[in-house]
């Protein structure tokens, strides 16, 4: 038995656009993602979230299905533009009474609340009146979309995360053109996530200033982040491998921490980078009460000359190749999920343990780990080994970084329940719950009795 810290969060997440469905009842309004997932040839399935795991009707189900699980805590997101269906403006009243529901049900069965008011369905006529998150005025509009929140939930929400992973909204949604807006530059995800810092950091303020002293709760942000091996001993393999991890997570996590972005990326795109004013850098720095992390998998980085043909792109893992002279790679005896990602649970240690250093120590919470498989269900049961196996490893070696004194206080396995996986559709199985899409069935797997021992004895 392995046993974790008495109050470590144990849980699982979900967001909003992945289960809810609903998606023009209750007076909500479109996202970027309702216009993106409509449109041919932009999802490998050609399906969409419009009905999903229809969340918005099943959520007293859902709950129950928690419960039973022995779930401590739920980390889920609004939606945006079920909020403010046009992203300004009055909020919509059925909205604020579905969020409030949920909230008051998580409450009645003991489970605490944990809530994300970005995962990526940005109101859509913010995209196309204000050219999204490339305009300096989304950072306003987001702090008055935080503040209808906080007013509205914040009596019994105590954990609050701003966005989830700004490095997936710029890079694949602005850079890669393969998520919502589907926009495909080389300077645009600069710009998109200096104003997503922008946001990130108005909306704290406007909760500290104004809710948290009599609410009494936590908020922070949730940044993703794949460990970076070196590839060999050499130095310019451990320096691509630090320029890597700086590109990726030091890009979001530096200006809150630090107060400035990474070196690396002021020496080799200044020109491409922009600057904060005194005023938004006074609002960013210190700007999270705890480090939210995303963390899936591992590849190694090696030194890239420029001249060489970067091989950066590995599964989208990498960045804006000609920025960084990094070439991305992976060992052929690492295990894979169906998605293609490495399972490499010391990388997770290793990880920790850089963002432990990095930032002095700041109170880590891993918000987000799973793994797909291709879950086949059999008298209503799944074998769902490889899964636990998974969990388990990952488990294992963020216990032994607790023990070496990295400061971890919890757990969000992803996720709650099988989702709309993005643009892989429905054809990626990432839940400890099986939907059949279908019937709307929710099945209980064998990984969910697992976890709910974990759950229950505060270790495994």
């Keep these: 038995m392995t046993t974790f810290p008495q109050l470590f969060t144990w849980g699982t997440a979900t967001s909003s656009y992945q289960i809810e469905g609903g998606w023009q009842q209750g007076g909500k309004g479109l996202s970027i993602w309702d216009a993106f997932t409509h449109t041919p040839g932009k999802i490998i399935d050609a399906s969409n979230g419009d009905v999903t795991c ?28 079920r909020i403010q269906p046009q992203g300004h403006g009055k909020a919509n009243k059925e909205g604020i009474e579905f969020y409030s529901d949920l909230i008051d049900t998580l409450l009645e069965h003991d489970i605490e609340p944990w809530v994300t008011l970005y995962h990526w369905d940005l109101p859509i006529t913010l995209q196309l009146e204000y050219d999204g998150w490339l305009n300096p005025k989304i950072a306003d509009f987001f702090k008055a979309y935080a503040d209808i929140c ?9 954990r609050w995360i701003t966005l989830n992973e700004a490095w ?7 850079g890669q053109a393969v998520f919502a807006p589907g926009r495909e530059s080389k300077t645009e995800p600069y710009i998109a996530a200096h104003h997503l810092l922008r946001a990130h950091a108005g909306a704290v303020d406007i909760y500290r200033k104004k809710y948290q002293h009599k609410q009494g709760g936590l908020i922070g942000i949730t940044n993703n982040c794949d460990w970076r091996e070196p590839l060999t001993d050499s130095q310019q393999d451990k320096e691509a491998a630090q320029r890597a991890l700086e590109f990726f997570l030091g890009w979001f996590a530096d200006p809150i921490y630090l107060g400035a972005y990474p070196p690396a990326m002021r020496e080799r795109i200044p020109d491409k980078l922009p600057r904060f004013n005194d005023k938004d850098l006074n609002l960013i720095k210190g700007s999270s009460d705890f480090f939210g992390l995303n963390h899936y998998t ?11 043909q970067l091989d950066i792109d590995v599964y989208g893992n990498g ?9 991305l790679s992976r060992n052929d005896a690492w295990p894979l999920t169906p998605m293609g990602w490495a399972i490499v649970p010391w990388g997770c240690r290793k990880l920790l343990h850089w963002i432990d250093q990095r930032y002095d120590h700041p109170a880590i919470v891993i918000t987000e780990n ?9 008298d209503g049961k799944v074998d769902d080994q490889e899964r636990i196996d998974f969990v388990r490893a990952y488990l294992n070696e963020i216990h032994t970084a607790i023990e070496q ?16 996986e993005w643009a892989s559709g429905f054809t990626k199985r990432f839940g400890i719950n099986y939907v059949d899409f279908d019937s709307g069935k929710r099945i209980a797997k064998s990984s969910a009795k697992w976890y709910s021992q974990v759950v229950k004895n505060n270790g495994f």
């Design 370 to 378: 799973g793994c797909t498989r291709d879950d086949k269900v059999v």
């Design 168 to 174: 997936v909204v710029v890079m694949l949604g602005y």
């Design 150 to 158: 906080f007013d509205a939930f914040g009596d019994r929400v105590k």
């Design 319 to 327: 960045g804006i190749a000609e920025d960084q002279y990094v070439n």
């Design 54 to 81: 229809d969340h918005y009707h099943n959520y007293k189900e859902d709950i129950a299905l928690m419960a039973k699980q022995g779930l401590k805590a739920y980390r889920f997101s609004l939606s945006w533009p």
């Design 405 to 420: 004194g990295v400061d971890v206080r919890g757990y969000f396995l992803w996720s709650f329940m099988d989702n709309f």
């Design 298 to 308: 591992t590849l190694y980085a090696s030194h890239a000359e420029k001249e060489e």
